[in-house]
Structures are given as C-alpha cells and as structure tokens.
C-alpha cells in the first residue's frame, strides 16, 4: 500500500542544516532544483507517544491538525557513533540511559537538534 515516508524538518537556517546532513553526516541527496535537497534516511519506524506527561516534545500541540514528531536517529553502539561524529567535528552530551535506550542528542547548524539513541528496546526494523 505505502511505498515510504516523507519527513518534513523546518529550520531556521535550511541551507545550513542541509550542507551539515550532506557533508557532515553524509546522508546521500537528490537535487530538486533550487538547492532543494531531499534526503535518503536511515531505515525507520514510528511510534506514538502522548502529548502529555514527562516525555512531551517541547511545544506541544499540534499545527493545522497534522501530527507533531521529533526525529532520534538510532545506532548500534554509541560509543562508536559518537566517536564517529566527534571526528568530524559534532559535540553529544554524555548520554543517559533511559529504560528504552542509552541517548544523547546533536545539534544541528540551526539550533535544532536531532536525538541519537543505541535502543534497548524490541525494534522493527528488520520487520
């Protein structure tokens, strides 16, 4: 039935933050024209969580009725992934670890930032 997702990042400095998922990150692009960039992602899955209580996303709500999400890039192993991204320049917080996952978090040129978590939870990846 579905073919893919398509995820929507706003920024306040999209040109940035795209020429940092392009050549820090490395995520493989087509060119729509106009530097409008669109971007292969890791593998993904989805989950729904409440608006309410301690993990609530800052902000809250939702905007003209579409779904509010945040974006938590996973890995394998932490320690490697932020390794891998201290070399080419990218500071985490020391991570936690939360029942579900070890996290941490990065920023991107923006001010915005993605989540970054080695799970320890079931996941479906491989589904």
């Not at 974006?71 to 070399?87: I, S």
Request: aromatic share 12%; hydrophobic share 40%.
């Amino acid at each position: 039935m579905f073919t893919g997702a398509h995820l929507l990042f706003y920024s306040a400095d999209p040109d940035a933050d795209r020429a940092f998922l392009k050549d820090v990150l490395g995520f493989k692009y087509v060119d729509t024209g106009h530097n409008w960039l669109i971007f292969q992602l890791p593998t993904a899955e989805g989950a729904m969580h409440p608006l309410e209580g301690p993990n609530q996303p800052a902000g809250g709500g939702t905007d003209a009725g579409y779904m509010l999400a945040t974006c938590w890039l996973m890995c394998g192993d932490l320690a490697v992934t932020r390794a891998e991204l201290a070399a080419k320049g990218v500071t985490t917080p020391e991570p936690q670890t939360e029942r579900w996952g070890i996290v941490t978090s990065f920023p991107l040129p923006s001010g915005a930032k993605f989540g970054l978590y080695q799970p320890l939870h079931a996941t479906a990846l491989e589904l």
